[in-house]
């Protein structure tokens, strides 16, 4: 019509002249984005010397992030619509970061008293790990997008652009973390490092919003700020584990104080090898005597074998095989370079008359083995309490069996208790490969009325079954060799495991039940 001009939509704000500047925006998003996933993956490794890592330790920090995460942006989106974002985002970036901080004493503290597998520890001590410091940074990327909106025209640019910054920094974060920061930093400076950083870029975004716009806005309570120095004074102080953090492992070697030449390496929350350093065929462990009757069965004495150890460990069992059988070969292959490393620097190992150390996942390792060239194969790697599931599967003992010699030998420690749902359906997969295979432990674990390590062995030829039995009594073992009729019984309508489906984690009961 003539004369006439359409309206236009009205707008909020036309204008936010106290908005903080697009860069500082972004490093704001970007930061408290990135300090959530560090937090996340350096939470994991502070919880694994109580807990294990297993895939329910794993969920449990995941999903508590995820809350945190879930929580953290809704209720900074509510508080944003109701206080001025100006007032918050300071006061949440300094306590978010002085709870990263914080974390690391609370979870040594806590961890004396939640030591243990059990879900309810699992979740406890994820929460006290990630939950509140996660929610509270959580809450900033919100608050600056509110902070940011000039008008309601560009809503959908200044959303998408800082959440793709905060995303961008949970990236970075995340690969920086596993790839860089933990390979060279400690937890505890992972964490104390990160809270701190977090700590001044909420006190530099306090002092520019001051400065800008006056009032209340940018102010950060003392007590926040005495949070952060007492977290770290805490820091300092709280009681590790850990006489090195290596890629996988809190790890520590420990004096026997019965045996002076005695050492254990002990990695998260188990005692995984006993090396005596003056007299290699010492053998403590109940499981590394059964693993040797077996070789004492199968081989006559003195003979030297080509071995493949999948886990390292201590290295017991290929420096007892070069101490007893000189010539023999032994590669281990090992994932954890930092073990590797401690058996050399404490545990006195050294890579000669035969003994080979590769570092790589040792699925992989037995992947580019040679065909038919291995007289024994000792499985003896664990992720936590469990035998890594890439190494449980049909696929990976037909790789066994691809490596070992026709009359080869396989031999692996396992763990599981009642109702041993692990060990059974690792014995269904052994028999899916090979034609003979026996279980050694103990009467009580064959009745199902116990657990521990047990030792299951497999070869396509028949084993000599009563020459091992022998050899166990003759190392003090009162354990059992279960074949044939009375293996099968034990096995039952246990599953093959798969590369497809091996719910190892699921199968396991990783300790005892008490009884009442």
Same mark, same amino acid.
């Given at each position: 019509m003539a004369g006439t001009e359409q309206a236009l939509p009205e707008t909020a704000d036309l204008a936010r002249p106290d908005a903080l500047p697009d860069w500082v925006a972004a490093v704001v998003t970007f930061l408290s984005s990135?300090?959530?996933?560090?937090?996340?993956?350096?939470?994991?490794?502070?919880?694994?010397?109580?807990?294990?890592?297993?895939?329910?330790?794993?969920?449990?920090?995941?999903?508590?992030?995820?809350?945190?995460?879930?929580?953290?942006?809704?209720?900074?989106?509510?508080l944003a619509d109701r206080t001025d974002p100006r007032r918050l985002i300071s006061p949440l970036l300094v306590a978010g970061g002085a709870l990263v901080v914080a974390v690391l004493p609370l979870v040594r503290f806590a961890g004396s008293l939640l030591t243990g597998a059990d879900a309810g520890s699992v979740l406890l001590l994820a929460a006290v790990a990630v939950v509140v410091p996660a929610a509270l940074l959580?809450?900033?990327?919100?608050?600056?997008?509110?902070l940011q909106l000039a008008s309601l025209a560009e809503t959908g640019s200044v959303v998408g652009?800082?959440?793709?910054?905060?995303?961008?920094?949970?990236?970075?974060?995340?690969?920086?973390?596993?790839?860089?920061?933990?390979?060279?930093?400690?937890?505890?400076?992972?964490?104390?490092?990160?809270?701190?950083?977090?700590?001044?870029?909420?006190?530099?975004?306090?002092?520019?919003l001051r400065r800008r716009t006056g009032g209340a806005a940018g102010r950060v309570p003392a007590a926040l700020l005495l949070l952060a120095v007492v977290g770290s004074l805490l820091a300092a102080v709280a009681p590790s584990r850990c006489q090195a953090e290596t890629?996988?492992?809190?790890?520590?070697?420990?004096?026997?104080?019965?045996?002076?030449? %005695?050492?254990?390496?002990?990695?998260?929350?188990?005692?995984?090898?006993?090396?005596?350093?003056?007299?290699?065929?010492?053998?403590?462990?109940?499981?590394?005597?059964?693993?040797a009757a077996v070789t004492d069965a199968t081989a006559p004495a003195g003979e030297p074998l080509s071995a493949l150890h999948l886990g390292g460990g201590g290295a017991t069992v290929p420096r007892y095989l070069a101490a007893v059988r000189p010539g023999t070969e032994s590669l281990v292959i090992e994932v954890d370079p930092g073990v590797v490393e401690m058996d050399r620097e404490q545990l006195g190992l050294t890579e000669a008359d035969g003994l080979r150390v590769h570092v790589a996942d040792a699925r992989v390792g037995l992947e580019q083995? @040679?065909?038919?060239?291995?007289?024994?194969?000792?499985?003896?790697?664990?992720?936590?309490?469990?035998? @890594?599931?890439?190494?449980?599967?049909?696929?990976?003992?037909?790789?066994?069996?691809?490596?070992?010699?026709?009359?080869?030998?396989?031999?692996?420690?396992?763990?599981?208790? @009642? *109702?041993l749902g692990?060990?059974?359906?690792?014995?269904?997969?052994?028999?899916?490969?090979?034609?003979?295979?026996?279980?050694?432990? @103990?009467?009580?674990?064959?009745?199902?009325?116990? %657990?521990?390590?047990?030792?299951?062995?497999?070869?396509?030829? *028949?084993?000599?079954?009563?020459?091992? %039995?022998?050899?166990?009594?003759?190392?003090?073992?009162?354990?059992?060799?279960?074949?044939?009729?009375e293996l099968a019984a034990f096995?039952?309508?246990?599953?093959?495991?798969?590369?497809?489906?091996?719910?190892?984690?699921q199968l396991l009961t990783p300790y005892a039940v008490p009884a009442s």
């Open positions: 990135g300090a959530v996933l560090v937090l996340e993956i350096a939470g994991l490794r502070l919880i694994a010397p109580y807990v294990g890592i297993t895939l329910q330790t794993n969920t449990a920090v995941i999903g508590f992030a995820l809350a945190a995460i879930a929580v953290g942006a809704w209720m900074g989106g509510a959580s809450a900033v990327p919100p608050m600056v997008v509110k652009r800082l959440s793709g910054i905060g995303t961008l920094g949970g990236i970075a974060a995340t690969f920086l973390t596993g790839f860089l920061l933990v390979a060279v930093f400690p937890t505890s400076g992972i964490l104390v490092g990160t809270g701190l950083v977090t700590v001044l870029t909420g006190i530099a975004v306090g002092v520019l890629a996988y492992h809190c790890a520590r070697v420990v004096a026997d104080p019965e045996r002076d030449s %005695g050492r254990v390496l002990v990695l998260d929350t188990l005692r995984h090898s006993y090396v005596d350093l003056a007299d290699p065929t010492y053998l403590e462990f109940a499981y590394v005597r059964a693993i083995e @040679p065909a038919g060239q291995r007289d024994l194969v000792v499985g003896d790697a664990f992720g936590g309490l469990s035998v @890594p599931w890439q190494l449980t599967t049909v696929e990976a003992m037909g790789l066994v069996d691809r490596a070992l010699t026709d009359d080869g030998v396989y031999v692996a420690n396992l763990i599981d208790h @009642p *109702p692990f060990v059974r359906a690792e014995l269904a997969t052994l028999r899916a490969v090979f034609p003979h295979v026996a279980l050694l432990a @103990p009467d009580a674990v064959l009745a199902g009325e116990e %657990g521990g390590n047990v030792v299951v062995l497999a070869s396509q030829r *028949p084993l000599p079954l009563d020459a091992v %039995g022998t050899a166990l009594r003759d190392r003090d073992l009162d354990w059992r060799v279960a074949s044939r009729a096995v039952g309508d246990a599953e093959v495991l798969t590369d497809d489906h091996a719910p190892v984690d």
